[in-house]
């Protein structure tokens, strides 16, 4: 019974100094949105007159900050470059998270 008890509080001990060692909280890694794909077709958007902007669909806070990789780059530009088939890829910042738009321009 004694060999038991010993047998026992150690292994307890040795499992307490590992909770120990092994810390506390760990950061977890930020989360990332996938991104968000937009289908539209460029005859529907101009007929009912909307700009590209508003298919982005920016959160409150948030700001587009680049777009097809470039910063500073206008939306409607690369909008009105991109070939049919092809996608502009918009990047919005805002409250200390980044996500992703795809626009997939067809006809």
């Known amino acids: 019974m004694l060999l038991y008890r010993s047998a026992v509080l150690g292994l307890l001990g040795a ?14 890694p930020a989360a990332v949105d996938a991104p968000v794909v937009v289908d539209v077709s460029r005859t529907a958007l101009a007929a009912a007159q909307i700009p590209p902007a508003a298919l982005v669909g ?5 700001r587009i900050v680049a777009v097809d990789g470039e910063a500073h780059r206008a939306l409607e530009d690369a909008w009105a470059l991109t070939p049919e088939g092809g996608f502009v890829d918009v990047e919005l ?11 997939l321009v067809h006809r």
């Open 93 to 103: 910042a805002g409250r200390g998270a980044r996500r992703r738009v795809l626009l």
């Open 58 to 62: 920016t959160r409150p806070g948030e």
């Open 15 to 28: 499992l307490l100094l590992l909770v120990a060692e092994r810390g506390g909280h760990r950061p977890r």
